[in-house]
DNA sequence: AATAAAATAGGTGTTTTCCTCGTTTTTGAT
DNA sequence: ATCAAAAACGAGGAAAACACCTATTTTATT
């Protein structure tokens, strides 16, 4: 390997940031920069040395993964986005790989796996684990290369309703609620309705938990 | 520095960990051994061989770090505990300490820092960082030595009332949350409004909202 | 054995949430 | 301009959640 591949890391937590990169390091490839966020990104990005692959952190301040990604479709397609996040989660999967990414680990796995995924986007252009290969992918586009949105909730959720689930994970009443979006409490009601029906939840607690599980809202 | 100071890490997120355990030894330290949660801790520890200082997550499977701590305060009192964490909480700091860690850091903190962290534990035998210096240690015991719980809502909730929010953050209704834990609907009652009242909390999303801010359960 | 404190449980009423049926208004496409 | 679909809104009622008050049982302490 005469030129070592270019990574750059964004992450917001920087001990975790720094061990990745010392392990990155140890697998042979050249860390290019680090940056905290989407924003920090953008800044440090440099067109006349551009990073191979990116590991991108799916949950930031500022400028989340999935915007980030998206950006970079738009404006550095060469470089490759691999996404990179702490649980499992289908729909955040299926957004980031819509969204441009070219593969996606959980960071619960071994060193050496990372090398094999790093490895694979570098040389094949992608890499889909066994979690996207066998559970996703299929379900991105339908058969006629229509999207399918059975799997991906996400697509199923339009802004109103995900305004509502942010509102909805606090301790407001629905009333509340509607008077803060200036509607009728009846249209809240039927937000909440189209939610549980939409997500197969039955009740708003559901609703919280679906919020933080996909990431809507942070709590901490 | 002729003997290197003995490290152990124990953390579920394995590349997190690998990652973390490569620093450290870049920090001239030794790492003993890391572990996925406390469970693979007591098995992997060796009596004739000990580490000097522990870097434990709090949030794990089987048996999280609050447990842990405790449980090396009585088997292994010499091995000091370094508390890690991804997030600034308060009261999860206030339970560390009280069950027996040398010290606390989140993990967004510059690699140096955590050196510091460690040699101050190894030397002076605590490290009490800027946040817990300046907000918490006093509010862990009142003027006259007697504890003080303001602040600290853990020492305020009982073993009942834990699983009890546990089981609320859930789409449990009360009746159904009253025959799990075979009481009266009544008594769920009476175990909610001694929560609304310790944790000035006004309805069950307030419940859920806490319970998971303060890993009593984990979402993901 | 007496007593205090905590845990458990009941009664009753209000508010919020959830549900089922609708109607009106807005929007977009032809 | 017209039609169809989506969004907003409404009445009314059942179930769940919340509030306030009291009573019994259990536990711990002296």
């Known amino acids: 390997m005469n030129q070592p591949i270019k990574v750059a890391l964004v992450d917001d937590h920087v001990l975790l940031r720094k061990g990745l990169a010392d392990l990155v390091r ?14 920090d990104l953008v800044a440090k990005l440099d067109k006349d040395n551009q990073p191979d692959i990116i590991l991108m952190d799916i949950n ?44 996606y680990v959980v960071k619960d796995i071994e060193p050496q796996h990372l090398k094999y995924a790093i490895d694979a986007i570098y040389s094949k252009g992608f890499y889909y684990s066994d979690l996207v290969t066998g559970k996703l992918v299929h379900s991105l586009w339908d058969k006629d290369g229509s999207e399918k949105s059975e799997y991906n909730v996400f697509s199923k959720l339009n802004d109103r309703e995900i305004h509502f689930l942010k509102l909805a994970t606090s301790e407001m009443t629905y009333k509340e609620i509607a008077s803060e ?40």
């Open 26 to 39: 140890g697998l042979d490839y050249e860390v290019l920069f680090e940056a905290d966020n989407g924003m």
């Open 60 to 103: 930031m301040p500022n400028r989340d993964g999935f915007e980030s990604t998206l950006w970079l479709k738009e404006n550095y397609p060469l470089v490759r986005v691999l996404a990179l996040t702490m649980y499992e989660d289908e729909d955040s999967v299926i957004r980031m790989i819509r969204n441009g990414a070219r593969g």
């Open 181 to 220: 979006m200036n509607l009728s409490v009846r249209t809240i009601d039927g937000y909440r309705d189209a939610l549980f029906d939409k997500l197969n939840i039955k009740s708003r607690v559901g609703l919280v938990l679906f919020a933080i599980r996909h990431g809507i809202v942070r709590v901490n």
